[in-house]
């Protein structure tokens, strides 16, 4: 899930940040409305966390903007205990969520989950390519009968390949859609990440699903 954390708190923002990013999630961050309102224009999002109190543009005014040119990407609002009219006004204007501050992370995390899955369509839940199913939604991924245990971030680079099965994907593609705009620190990170997975996916004499395209990237398909 790749998602944009606009929130004006510098300590809550960088918490909430770093706790996602550890589920395996990419984050971008912004701190105030004109950096959020150009982030949104070049990038694509599933999930965008708004935080309403913002300094220049307000995260109603963004949000309206956003409906106005049918953005359809799901936006999850923050809002203070008492600010019963900012709420009713943001879902009003297209929010499709909101959270109470304070808050836990695993709420934050169950709601954001939910809204993408929703966006996508029940139809969207589970991909199947050769003998792997793939439950986007109960994130399990099963070979045949045999579940494949996998870390929060080897998911979402499965999910990424799946989603785009039969298709080439990049590492530039990948990278973003794993660690957001900032990228990886770490030049090689893609090819470490996709080797591990392939390991756990196709262990020992099994035939793999992901193939390598040298000098390109890689694809995720029954046969080579």
């Given amino acids: ?27 971008d961050e912004a701190a105030e409305g004109e950096e959020a309102a150009a982030t949104v224009l070049v990038n694509d999002y599933d999930v965008i966390v708004l935080d309403l109190m913002l300094p220049g543009r307000s995260g109603l005014e963004l949000l309206s903007e956003w409906r106005q040119r049918r953005e359809t990407v799901p936006v999850l609002i923050l809002t203070a205990l008492d600010a019963v009219e900012d709420r009713v006004r943001g879902l009003a204007m297209g929010a499709d969520d909101y959270l109470v501050k304070p808050f836990a992370i695993e709420e934050l995390v169950a709601r954001l989950e939910a809204l993408v899955r929703r966006s996508r369509g029940t139809g969207d839940s589970r991909i199947t390519v050769g003998d792997f199913q793939i439950d986007l939604a109960a994130r399990i991924v099963k070979r045949g ?73 890689y694809v995720m398909q029954e046969k080579p």
């Fill in 1 to 27: 899930m790749r998602l944009l954390l606009v929130e004006d708190s510098e300590r809550l923002r960088r918490n909430l940040a770093k706790a996602l990013s550890k589920l395996g999630h990419a984050v």
């Fill in 145 to 217: 009968e045999v579940e494949v245990i996998l870390t929060a971030r080897e998911f979402s680079l499965l999910e990424c390949l799946a989603r785009h099965h039969g298709r080439v994907m990049s590492r530039e593609e990948i990278e973003a859609k794993l660690y957001g705009e900032a990228g990886s620190p770490v030049s090689n990170a893609v090819d470490v990440a996709v080797y591990a997975l392939r390991r756990k996916l196709s262990p020992g004499d099994s035939p793999p699903i992901i193939h390598t395209r040298r000098g390109i990237g």
